[in-house]
């Protein structure tokens, strides 16, 4: 896309350099976004996707630090926003999928799942905050998940992450509201990524027995949902759940 709905605007990925997180990378930048890739751990996909988006006429940088970590968040968006004066667009999409049945599920997978789904988007929308709500507009867009809404066995921690997510994001979106800050939450369906690749045939098609749509969604489904919603069209939206799932939970 052209049109630069987006144009001067510093945007923040998380999860930026693979899968949804790519996508969305691509989508803001072609809009005419600066995009910050962050990762913690892909190094050469965040680089690679730079190159890729510079190589389209966009603008993007890379930026490790883990979600997570309440201290690295806070240090590094504090840097971005000294640099380049103001964060316009947060998208909280990095995440985790710990699945074990519930008896089976160790403290650990549990704590890490919460801190990196929950307790990372937290942590980001709180570092940039005070400069939205400084500059009276912004936006915060967190990545749930239908898991979060329908719940699924064997992903007790993986759906308790995603549905706080929403309360999250319903919150965010009342307080913030009177200084022009959106909040919303996209629940992604069943998305062709390298996570769903490796669930074998016969998992795809019950999978695909419950999509109205008949398909597995892509990656920039997800995409064009985000950039809707970070750009002027979606300014009179907040505190709203954006499926987009092919119709598997209505």
Same mark, same amino acid.
């Given at each position: 896309?052209?049109?630069? +709905?987006?144009?001067?605007?510093? &945007?923040?990925?998380?999860?930026? $350099?693979? $899968? ?35 190589? !389209? ?13 309440? &201290?690295?968040?806070?240090? *590094?968006?504090?840097? %971005?926003?000294?640099?380049? #004066?103001?964060? =316009? ?13 519930? *008896?089976?599920?160790? =403290? ?9 789904? +929950? ?9 940039? !905050? ?11 867009? /967190?990545?749930?998940s239908v898991i979060g809404e329908s719940g699924n &066995?064997?992903?007790?921690?993986? !759906? ?11 919150? %965010?979106?009342?307080e913030l509201a009177s200084r022009g800050v959106t ?10 990524? =390298? ?18 749509? $008949?398909? %597995?969604?892509?990656?920039? =489904? ?6 809707? %919603? !970070? ?9 709203? *759940?954006? #499926?987009? /799932? #092919?119709?598997?939970?209505?």
């Amino acid at each position: 896309m052209s049109d630069k +709905l987006l144009n001067g605007q510093v &945007a923040v990925v998380t999860g930026g $350099g693979r $899968g949804i997180g790519k996508a969305v990378s691509l989508e803001l930048a072609a809009h005419g976004a600066h995009v910050v890739i962050n990762y913690s751990r892909s190094a050469d996909a965040a680089e690679a996707l730079k190159k890729e988006i510079e190589a !389209a006429g966009g603008s993007a940088e890379t930026s490790a630090f883990d979600v997570s970590d309440s &201290a690295q968040v806070d240090e *590094v968006l504090k840097a %971005l926003i000294k640099t380049h #004066g103001k964060i =316009d667009i947060l998208v909280n999409n990095a995440g985790i999928a710990l699945d074990n049945l519930l *008896v089976r599920t160790k =403290d650990e997978e549990w704590e890490r799942t919460i801190a990196v789904n +929950l307790s990372g988007s937290f942590y980001c929308a709180r570092a940039v !905050a005070k400069t939205m709500m400084k500059a009276r507009s912004g936006r915060i867009i /967190n990545i749930s998940s239908v898991i979060g809404e329908s719940g699924n &066995a064997g992903q007790a921690a993986y !759906a308790s992450s995603k549905a706080a997510l929403i309360g999250l994001s319903k919150s %965010l979106a009342k307080e913030l509201a009177s200084r022009g800050v959106t909040v919303n939450a996209i629940t992604p369906g069943y998305i062709e990524t =390298d996570m769903t690749s490796d669930l074998g045939e016969g998992a795809t098609e019950g999978i695909l027995a419950g999509i109205p749509l $008949g398909r %597995l969604g892509k990656s920039e =489904d997800i995409a064009a949902a985000v950039a809707f %919603l !970070a750009s002027p069209h979606a300014s009179y939206i907040t505190g709203q *759940v954006l #499926g987009v /799932n #092919g119709g598997m939970y209505m």
